[in-house]
Each structure stands twice: as structure tokens, then as C-alpha cells.
């Protein structure tokens, strides 16, 4: 058994020390010793540190003699090193640095990147009180040419290849530039005796350089699998790696960076017209110069985007919130022509203005300005917008605009408020359609009452507020095609009266379906309760004057009506222009219970109780033709179903099938046959048909 080396040993004894040093509580180390790769390193001193002092020295072990430490004071060796001490809280920072820099190490190789260290020193650090030492920290220095990441990198701009034609990054583990990355095997700084050091753990995957791996296809690849199916060799595909279907596949688009704000809120200003053959819902609306008709309009983060399209039959009630001294008034409406190509010319708003009596409903925190004889501007507080719609055409536009006077100078915050509605063309009472004929989603539920006189209602949820108390929410009508939960909180007392709390949790309940009968179909008339009215289904509807159950205990009522549940039945019923038509079948409400305690606290206290009530609808979509059964030949062999296996045999011309829907039937035959021309006429062109020709000639 051999001797170990002088360094080894200290560093053992160090370590030994260090523990023992900690158990008793006396001055050490953390850690007592350190493997330094770079141009600084620190340590802890932690114990009694007061009125210590800290040493460096450089050891020198190549005779095998260790010299003894001298504490207290600064050795000669050390002028290319330094020592500060930054004091703690019963610690002490001790950090150790190379006083020459990295670029000494450069311009002493004539190889940057150097195989062996270009400094190899041992460092000891000790800390004394009066002289004598009390702890030492060890330091073995192996720093090469390239290993900081402090290494002065090229300034060239990076030459970003085409993704389509080469992998963007070849080696994604490259991270540092001029410098040698650790288990990145593919990175050409490493020279060939450091790449040895960690070629048993390189990265491996796209990470680790293997950015074009063999696809499935491959003819080459099949030969290392043992699972490939018979016909593989038949339809494998002949490439070579250089040529590989990943290339492009992450990303397509510019190969140069580009800085944006996260806050940013993205707007296609490339006008898009869509208005040539008519608007469809959903379609912007275009004036005559090309452009996007604009109002301002709330974006899902929260913010008012002053340049947002209006799209055709969308209605919407914003508010934007705008600060005074950075507002700029919009563009005037007045001179903005609408383009209506099937009308066969352009249509012009018709504005009127009203002023504005209240300043305080739309101007908050105002500053009266020092100067007050600068000359007022005027703002625009509301813009209601007013659409007549005729099938897929726009007939006429009506705009209301409330403004306000204010001074030039004025300090405040403004509220500003857009609404825009689209009604159709022969409603003169702005009575606003749901649908024409059928149903639009997003529209509201059409309802009428019929015992009452002014009949015409809609169907309601609740729309808390504050507290969520039921006393505070206000109503929102029911969209169609959309299902929505809401509910309130009805304040109890522990004496509540349970026959008063039912009648009071039904009220509730009862004053959102305020209705008789709900439109069939998104035009029906009001007038004309023939026309597609259907009659409401109240399943489970409580009856107040029934007797209640009867319950002893105070606090405690059995039987709350606390939920209604809403079921609505849709249907697709045709097609107008190509635009499906849904219409309602029937609607359902029905009513359940709960049983309600007064929920004490450590103590029964005289506080309210809250008692949640809901209110959900559904949308349900029946089809209009019973799906076709399964044949017994289909539910028996189910390797011939799409939805088991991975090989769907009735998709194999899948464009040609019922399964496609991304082109119309008719389109996708055509081109089918297109192609199946082509085919044959390639075959009877190509050069073994025509030596079979000649041969029988």
C-alpha cells in the first residue's frame, strides 16, 4: 500500500478537524475544503468570529514536505491572489480571488483551448486569533484556458441557418460560447482528451445533438426493429438522414428575432375583405377604403384596444377607462363609408350628438386646472352604434353620440362607453331578433309571459356582485348555446322561519323563468303565439301554501328550495346559404331541495347565515336523425373500427370519404378524378408503356 500525498492527507486531517470543531462549537469552515474552476470562490467562518484574522498562503508540495502555516500574517506568495472577509451575523464571508484575470491565462497559450490546467496551485486559508490558528480551509486551483464563462465571446451576429434545408441548432447542449460545455459531446470547443472525460455521459436526444433522428419510415430504420409489419418494405421511403421530415417542423417562419412586449396585445392590420359576397357572422366589417370599421372593444386580458374590428351580428357594452392628460379623440364616424357590395354601394352613419348633464358619472379624481381661460375641447363619453341588418348585408347605421365640454388641460379619469347592437332591418321599434329564422349563439333566449299585459320577457340569471349577497345581484339574460352556472346568497338567522324561507328561496328562484313560453326559433313573433311558441315544462315546481315538514329545533329547515336547473333542448333544423339553422324543441326547469342548519361557531352567535341558491343551464343538442345502428358484422369484428386501432381501413382514401370536411364533397371528387387523369396519362407517356407499344407494332 502506497503513501498518500501531502494534499491528500491535509485535506483529510482538514475535514476531521472541521467536524469535530463543529460538534464543540469552536471556529470552522463550511466547507473546509474547495475544488476552484473559476476566477473566485467563498466559504463560511462560522463560530466565535471576533478579532479573527484571516491568512492566505500558496503550499507548495512538489519536494512531498508541507510547509507550516503562519497566521496572522500575509505571505509573499500571494500576490496573485486576494482575500476579502465580509462580515455576518456570527459569520464571516471569506472569498478568494485571482488577481490576474482569465485573459492572463490566453495570452500565456498559444492554444485557447488548452488540455491542461493553465493554473494548478493549492491554496490554504487559515484564521487566527492572536497568532495562533484555530481553522483552515483548503483550495485546490484547476482552472483552464476555457472553462469560465467569463471567456470574451466573438461579437459577430450569430449566422442563423434556414431551418427548411439545415437543423437550426445542430448542438443544443453548446450553450457557452469559446468555452467547452460539460457532457455535450457534440460541441466542437471540446478538444478530443475532455470530450474523454465525460463520453459515458453525454446528453443524449435533440439536447445532446441528435437533431435529425431516423423517422419511422425509413427504409434503414426498419432493420433495427423487429416489429415492422409485413408490407413495410413494399412503402418504406429511400432517403438520406440529411433529408430527414423534422427539418422545419418546430418552427417556419423569419430566422431573425424580434423584440415585443409581453403586454403587447397583437391586431392583424393586413385588412382582410370578406365584405364581396356578403358578411357572415363573425366577419369584420370593412369600409370603402380597404379597412377595418373600428371601435374600441375589451380584450380577454383586461385591456381597451382602441383599434378593434366590429364583426358582423356581434353585439357588446364596453367601458374603457382612459387617463385625460394622454387621451386623444378618435377619428370622426362622420366620414366613414361602410362598403356594401351586394347593396351595390357604400352606406354612411347617420350621427346625432346629445350633451352630457352629469360630468362626475364619466370624469373621476378631476384637478381644476391652473389655467382656465385655454380653450375647452370636447370628448366623446358614450358612442351607441346601431347596425340594421338584412340577411347578409348591411342597410343602414344609426349613431348616437354623448359628449362633454371640458378644458383643454383637464386632469382626471374618464369612463368611456361603446355599445353596439344589430338589429334586423324591419324591426322599426328596435326590438332586437335573436336569430333570422334560427337561433345565433350568444343570442339571447326569446320568452314571453302571457299573464301579464306587456308579455314580452326573457330568461334571466343572476350576476353577483359585492358580497354575492341575492339583496345586491342584478340579471343577465340566458345566451343561447351557452351553459352558465350562477347563484346568490340568501342572508338566515338562527329563528328564521323555515315556511318563510322557502316562500323567500322560491321568490328567488321564480323571478329568473318570469316566463310562459320560450321562441322556437330566434324570429318568432310576439304577437302570434302560433308562431314556434312551446310552453315551458315546470317539473318538481314547489307549492308555498303546502305544509311545510315540520321541524323542532331552531336553526334547522328541511326542504329549501335552493336550485333550479334549466334544460333546453336545440336541434339543427336546415340550412340557410349554407349557415346551419338551430331551433329550440322544449325547455325544462326543475326544482330541488336541500335541507339548511345554522352553522355555529364556537358559540351560537345572533349573525346571519349565508344559504347558497343556483341557478345552471344547459344546452342540450339532439340530432336530427337517430344515428344508424351497428351491424352485427360491426360490433363482432372491431378491427375495422377507427376509434380501437391504429390502422383505420375505412379512411384509406379518406379525402374521398364522408369523414373529410375540410372541402365541400363535390370539390374533393373533382380533384380526385383530376388526379386520376393525370396518373393515367403519366402511365401511358412513360417509357415502359411505349417499348410495350412498339413491341406489339
Known sequence: MGFQSPAALLLRLLLLQGVLRLVWGDLAFIPPFIRMSGPAVSASLVGDTEDVTVSLTVLQDEAGILPVPTCGVLSNETEDWSVTVTPGAKVLEVTVRWKRGLDWCSSNETDSFAESPCILQTLLVSASRNSPCL????????????????????????????????PLGPCP?????????????????????????????????????????????????????????????????????????FLGYFYHGAVSPKQESS????????????????YKQGDPIMTVKKAYFTIPQMSLTGQCMQNAP?????????????????????????????????????????????EATDLDKFITNRETPLNNRSAPRIVNVEEHYIFKWNNNTISDINVRIIRAEINAHQK???????????????????????????????????????????????????????RGL????????????????????????????????????VERLDSLIQATHVA?????????????????????????????????????????????????????AGAVEGITQQEILGVETRFSSVNWQYQCGLTCEHKADLLPISASVQFIKIPAQLPRPLTRFQINYTEYD?????????????????????????????????????????????????RICKAYS
Not at 472553462?147 to 434556414?162: D, K, R
Not at 475532455?194 to 427504409?219: A, I, K, M, N
Not at 387621451?327 to 350621427?351: C, F, H, M, S
Not at 301554501?545 to 334549466?566: E, Q, T
Request: aromatic share 10%; hydrophobic share 35%.
Open 310 to 354: 366590429v364583426a358582423f351580428l356581434h353585439n357588446f357594452d364596453v367601458k374603457c377607462v382612459t387617463d385625460l392628460e394622454v387621451y386623444q379623440e378618435r377619428d370622426g364616424i362622420i366620414n366613414a363609408k361602410i362598403k356594401n357590395v351586394a347593396l351595390g354601394g357604400t352606406v354612411t352613419p347617420k350621427v346625432i350628438y346629445e
Open 135 to 166: 481553522a483552515h480551509l483548503l483550495i485546490q486551483v484547476e482552472i483552464y484556458a476555457n472553462s469560465s464563462l467569463t471567456h470574451n465571446a466573438s461579437e459577430n451576429v450569430t449566422v442563423i441557418p434556414n431551418q427548411v434545408y439545415q
Open 412 to 466: 382626471g379619469i374618464m369612463t368611456q362607453r361603446f355599445v353596439v347592437k344589430f338589429l334586423s332591418y324591419n324591426s322599426g321599434n328596435e326590438e332586437e331578433l335573436s336569430g333570422n329564422p334560427g337561433y345565433q349563439l350568444g343570442k339571447p333566449v326569446r320568452a314571453l309571459n302571457t299573464n301579464r299585459m306587456n308579455n314580452v320577457t326573457t330568461l334571466y340569471l343572476w350576476q353577483s356582485a359585492g
Open 642 to 690: 377507427c376509434n380501437r386501432n391504429e390502422v383505420c381501413w375505412p379512411q384509406l382514401l379518406y379525402p374521398w370519404t364522408q369523414y373529410y370536411q375540410g372541402e365541400p364533397h363535390s370539390q374533393c371528387v373533382a380533384k380526385g378524378l383530376l388526379l386520376l387523369l393525370f396518373l393515367t396519362l403519366a402511365m401511358f407517356l412513360s417509357n415502359p408503356w411505349t
Open 470 to 505: 341575492c339583496t345586491s345581484a342584478t340579471f343577465k339574460p340566458i345566451l343561447f348555446g351557452e351553459d352558465v352556472l350562477s347563484g346568490c346568497l340568501l342572508e338566515v338567522g338562527i329563528n328564521e322561519n323555515c315556511t318563510q324561507l322557502r316562500e323567500n328561496a
Open 173 to 245: 447542449c453548446n450553450l457557452t460560447a469559446g468555452a467547452c460545455d460539460v457532457r455535450c459531446c457534440c460541441d466542437q470547443e471540446c478538444s478530443s482528451n475532455l470530450t474523454e472525460l465525460f463520453r459515458l455521459s453525454c446528453f443524449t436526444g435533440v439536447f445532446g445533438g441528435d437533431v435529425s433522428p431516423p423517422f419511422d419510415q425509413l427504409c434503414s430504420a426498419g432493420t433495427t426493429t423487429h416489429s415492422v409489419p409485413d408490407w413495410f418494405p413494399f412503402l418504406c421511403v429511400q432517403s438520406p438522414l440529411a433529408n430527414t421530415p
Open 520 to 572: 322556437m326559433r330566434g324570429n318568432s313573433d310576439y304577437t302570434d303565439l302560433s308562431d314556434g311558441w312551446l310552453e315551458i315544462i315546470r317539473v318538481d315546481a314547489p307549492d308555498p301554501g303546502a305544509d311545510p315538514p315540520a321541524s323542532s329545533l331552531n336553526g334547522i329547515c328541511l326542504d329549501v328550495p335552493a336550485r333550479l336547473s334549466i334544460r333546453i333542448l336545440i336541434s339543427d
Open 263 to 278: 403586454f403587447e396585445v397583437y391586431v392583424d392590420t393586413d385588412a382582410k375583405d370578406f365584405a364581396d359576397f356578403g
